[in-house]
């Protein structure tokens, strides 16, 4: 909305704003940054209530000076219009959107916000009053909602509707925190339908053979897919399936590195050429988490065989700071290129799916199967938790609880402990039920 410039010779802040379709620019004679944020910030203000209706200029009167005089000039007050206009929902979501965009969302993240909000102004109509949304409204939407089917016919799950209305939340919230509207969301008290825990991740025979049983549905079939995780065995037959049909040099590196390393699809498209520490066998993670305003980041250890994947795909870098990149010139694209290109989301999804076409593999949703596989891999080997979540980046337990069931050993110990009446179960022997079993291969 308005910005801030500092004079190049006296340091003082301008305060800048573009009206209709003119910049206008008015010094604050201050060179105090808080200060001139302070002005700006009362500045802003009176611009949403310029444009609200509910101040009017006064003919002939310097838009910058009454906006500067919160709405005064010359001693006059300002003109109050009565009865202010509706403010409507398409108008705060439409105001909240333009605030994202600019590096403080991920553009996934933003592209789900887009299509929360489009169903929620689909519902209530782009001229709905805001001061309209009440707790019965909000409850008619749920209600609503959770009726409809999505795009693959199936039926909207509570965790998808908790998501939209929590986008909705947060819409809501900026308006009330910027003086848009008045009062909290009107959420106390709906009821929302009850979810199912995601299933715990299981072993590809263990799937197979639950659905050799036979009575489960496609979509049943599909839930427990997106449960799986690959063995070590499989992993190196997924790689090696990768290597030989990827149609791109990025693809297997890219899907190598996700496998050895855990990261999600949006950290290996951030990764650049810098971030591989060959010296101390790490890869930096960049992640987008905030910590007290700060992004985050976590190391990952990098093992032998990545690090050679990792410097083979490095002799054949298409070159620029991006690590997973389109070369220039790519064979049957018609695209011009005029230096090398990231890889966006959508065409790090396609290509994933392509590879594994026509393959077993081609079960497998994406690219998070191998991240789940990862930590998985790791539990089942008795890896201490602590050290499984600092490679993972996780903060919650929702995710833990999905691969907890393979740390066998580690459960059987803690219960024989306190119920082994010898005390001495580090004494027993193998074939002891408390004794700690060897782990299998996975």
Known sequence: MAWLEPHPTSGHFNICLRWQGKKLRRTLKTSVKKEAEGIMHRFEENVILLERGRLILPEGGDLM?????????DGVQP???????????REMVNRYLAT????TVEAN?????????????RKFGDDFPVEGLKTHALQDYVNTR??????????????????????FRACWNWAAHTGLIIGAFPNKGVRFPKSQEKPPFQTWDTIEQIIS?????????????????????????????????AAHPWIYPMVFTAAHTGMRRSELLRLRVEDLDFS?????????????????????PMSPQLESVLREWLGQHPGGPVLFCQAIEVERSKKKRFEPTPITRDEAHDHFQRTMADSKWKVLKGWHVLRHSFASNLAAKGVDQRIIDEFMGHQTDEQRRRYRHLFPNQQRQAICTVFDASGATAELGLNSPCAVQPLSSV
């Open 100 to 103: 994202l965009g600019n590096g």
């Open 109 to 121: 993240t933003l592209a789900t916000l887009r299509m929360h909000l489009h169903h929620v102004l």
């Open 146 to 167: 959770v009726r409809r089917k999505g795009k693959k016919k199936l039926p909207l799950s509570p965790a998808t509707l908790r998501k939209e209305v929590s986008s």
């Open 79 to 89: 003109v109050q219009q009565a009865p202010p206009p509706i403010f409507t929902l």
């Open 280 to 300: 101390w066998k790490t890869v930096l993670v960049h992640e987008k988490k905030r910590v007290k305003g700060m992004l985050t980041t976590r190391r990952v």
């Open 65 to 73: 000076t009454f906006l500067l005089s919160d709405g005064k000039l």
């Open 213 to 245: 049983r036979g009575g489960l549905s496609d979509a049943e079939q599909k839930n427990l897919w997106d449960a799986v995780f690959l063995g070590l065995t499989e992993i190196n037959q997924l790689l090696q399936h990768v290597k030989q049909h």
